[in-house]
């Protein structure tokens, strides 16, 4: 699970988060939500270690793998299906794997530790999926709203929006614990974003997930995470649940304060 016990987070002199104190459980699909500047970016940038915090405990099971979609446009000559492919960082280090133990059996034939070594590679690729991977990689490809002719184009050939589609399908290529999406429905039309919150509803992993879009969020998310006066507050349930519940929440306040 994710903890956060008494966190305290600065951005320059800014006070993002003051003893700041939540708790996000394993399996859990999490809308985090506040107005712009609350913070909702800098806690991402905790969450996936660019940040740290300056004060109290903050903790991520370090067996976890996470996966985020990169900011970056991409500018590689690489395919469609190729880059996407990349985003299996598992599938990367075991290939690297796999190179090596070839040049090492190369070198020396009969030598049994090199062709157990190569043994392993092999097995090891197999396990993560190197059989399917191409398939896999175009399935999220076209389910973002890309044609089948385009799946072997170029990265470079296709405009900024469609760029950060393939971002998106390469950061869901990835296995991943923790999943962090920011506006992910940015550059999606309505065909793509009906496929992504079916993909995000089997996502077996914790996801957190940032959004504008109140029904995307809805169809998404189970919990809502409120950043505000630099405090986190956890609600149960999806946007709309949060919203009548904080609602419900302010109009007490107002009673008390009017009684007081």
């Known amino acids: 699970m994710i903890t956060l016990k008494n966190v ?8 993002l988060l003051d003893g700041a104190t939540v708790t996000l459980n394993p399996g859990e699909k999490v809308g985090l939500v506040g107005r712009n500047g609350a913070g909702k970016s800098t806690l991402f940038a905790l969450l996936n ?8 405990d903050f903790s991520v099971p370090k067996q976890w793998r996470m996966a985020q979609v990169a900011q970056n446009m991409p500018e590689t000559e690489e395919s469609a299906t190729d880059f996407v492919v990349g985003g299996d960082t598992r599938l990367v280090e075991l290939r690297e794997a796999l ?3 070839e040049a090492a059996h ?11 070594a190569l043994a392993h590679a092999y097995t090891d690729l197999a396990d993560a999926g190197e059989h399917d ?13 890309f044609k089948a ?6 990265v470079n050939s296709f405009s900024g929006g469609w760029r950060m589609r393939l971002q998106l399908a390469r950061a869901l290529m990835c296995p991943s614990d923790l999943l962090l999406l920011d506006e992910p429905t940015n550059h999606l039309d309505l065909d793509a ?3 992504l919150e079916a993909w995000l509803q089997r996502y077996a992993g914790t996801m957190i997930v940032i959004s504008h879009d109140r029904e995307f969020l809805d169809a998404v998310t ?13 609600y149960g349930g999806n946007y709309s649940k949060f919203e009548d519940m904080r609602a419900l929440q302010m109009e007490q306040q107002q009673q008390a304060f009017v009684k007081q």
């Open 8 to 15: 305290i987070l600065r951005r320059s002199a800014k006070v």
């Open 49 to 56: 270690g660019t940040l740290h915090e300056d004060g109290g």
């Open 99 to 101: 190179a090596l133990a």
């Open 106 to 116: 190369a070198t020396d034939p009969d030598d049994a530790d090199a062709g157990m």
């Open 133 to 145: 991977a191409v398939p896999r990689a175009q399935a999220l490809i076209l389910g973002l709203g």
């Open 149 to 154: 002719h385009e799946l072997d184009a170029p």
């Open 193 to 195: 974003l009906v496929w």
């Open 222 to 234: 189970d919990v809502t995470l409120h950043i505000a006066n630099a405090q986190l507050t956890r």
